[in-house]
């Protein structure tokens, strides 16, 4: 019994110790000491966002930096590298805003299901939509082409 309660613990302790790796590459940064050429483009993609949290963290040897601003009342998310070369852009947008493609699919799918957040993707001139749908009490992590084909689907954690 102590063998098989040691090795729980043990399992534990390796479990818990993987996590804190996997998520220490990714560090807050104050916003006063993102790169210049960060900040630059930034600014120049949204010359009236306010930024509002930074993160940095290194994905197979590249720092990538991701920031979050708000934008005439829009929660905005940038990822870029660290020359301010724009990776993706992550931009909440209200549901009856997505594609109609996008959302006949969605009720298609889920025609119970409530939205409860959408996201439009920009990686450079590709789109796509990130979009939350509560089904009783479980949440979905639904992505979509614009014209509506489903690209991921996955139960979230997210509200």
Do not use: H
């Not at 990714?26 to 600014?43: C, F, G, M, S, Y």
């Not at 998310?77 to 992550?90: A, M, N, P, Y």
């Amino acid at each position: 019994m102590k063998v098989r309660s040691a090795l729980s613990a043990f399992a534990c302790f390796g479990l818990a110790a993987w996590f804190a790796v996997a998520r220490a590459d990714e560090v807050k940064v104050p916003l006063d000491k993102l790169p210049q050429a960060v900040t630059k483009a930034i600014k120049a993609k949204f010359p009236t966002g306010s930024l509002k949290q930074a993160e940095k963290e290194v994905e197979d040897g590249k720092t990538i930096y991701e920031v979050g601003l708000e934008d005439g009342g829009t929660k905005i998310d940038v990822s870029l590298k660290e020359d301010g070369t724009i990776l993706e852009i992550e931009k909440e947008i209200p549901a009856a805003a997505l594609p109609k493609a996008v959302s006949a699919a969605l009720k298609e799918k889920y025609s119970k299901g409530t939205i409860k957040k959408a996201e439009e993707i920009a990686k450079g001139e590709t789109r796509s939509f990130e979009v939350i749908v509560a089904v009783g009490n479980k949440r979905r992590e639904v992505v979509l082409d614009p014209g509506g084909k489903i690209l991921e689907d996955e139960e979230s954690d997210e509200d």
